[in-house]
């Protein structure tokens, strides 16, 4: 099952400012922090990929509709007849018909209508759904929209390039960066490695592979926080809820992705880095949330705070 996470924009900020720790910990036991200054400067360059992703007229802000199917025929367009209704203005009443067959989906164009895919235009067309890596992106106007599964469920993720929410976004607050959130870890092998089940906005329960925890210490106080991946990968990812979420950050929780530990099960938890979920700037995501045992009983004053837009 997947889920709405930017997972290749988690591994990459991941890596930009740990590359030079991971190379320090082959060198010495000592497990030595990066110099603040280049530190910084990195995790302010990470910042700015943020808001320019976000930013992006395909990004999460983009996001205006998220419309479950079932099976057989459903056919969608402005006119609130439709079983499904795509929002915004200049929008044929009907534009054609979802069919669910099992988990797959064929999209019949209605006659007069012109939507397109990869830039010719399409009568019929199989859409192919997100789990495949690659999804058929049908388009009509600044419409886009496309297949995604999540646990034996289908539905349609709409988007619209020029929604007014990219137009409103005005960056993301974050704490002040600060080197005493990079923290020094050891990772605690799972050895089979587990599945562990992690809910998401939805309602949903998803079982993702674990390789193993993260075991660290805050103001002398042991915590741990479960990681998936796969475990030969070269980074993890964290789901994990704390103490500011509700408040400052975001009430489900925040995403943090970690370089795998060295060759003795070193690593650095660098919580600057810590970032939301998509769900901060759609309704219409289906983010994962923290299980409960990736909750931390602290107040984690680093990374990412809650964006908050008024229209959402």
Known sequence: MLHDTDPKLSIRVG????????????????LPLPDPATHRAGVEAWQQRRVESIKQPDGWLSVV?????????????SDTTNPIVFPGEDIPPYIGTFILNGAAVRMDVAPGVTVAQEGEPVTSLAL?????????????????????ERQNQVAIRLKDTVNAAIERFDGIETFPIDIDW???????????????EVPNVTGLIAEQPSPGAVVFRVDGKKHRLDVTGDPDADSFFITFGDQTNG???YGGGRFLSVAAPDEHGRMFLDFNL??????????????????????LPIRIEAGEKTYHDAAH
């Open 65 to 77: 509709g998220l419309f479950w199917l079932e099976q057989g025929a459903s056919g969608f367009g």
């Open 128 to 148: 192919s759904s997100d789990v495949s890596g690659k999804p058929a992106v049908a388009q009509l106007g600044s419409l886009r929209w496309y297949v995604i």
């Open 182 to 196: 990079i923290i020094t870890a050891r990772f605690d092998r799972y050895d089979p490695p587990r599945v562990i």
């Open 274 to 295: 810590a970032y939301n979920p998509p769900c901060v700037f759609t309704a219409f995501a289906t983010c994962p949330l923290p299980p409960h045992q990736n909750r």
């Open 15 to 30: 890596a930009v400012v740990t590359l030079s720790v991971a190379t320090a910990l082959s060198c010495t036991p000592d």
């Open 247 to 249: 408040l400052e950050t």
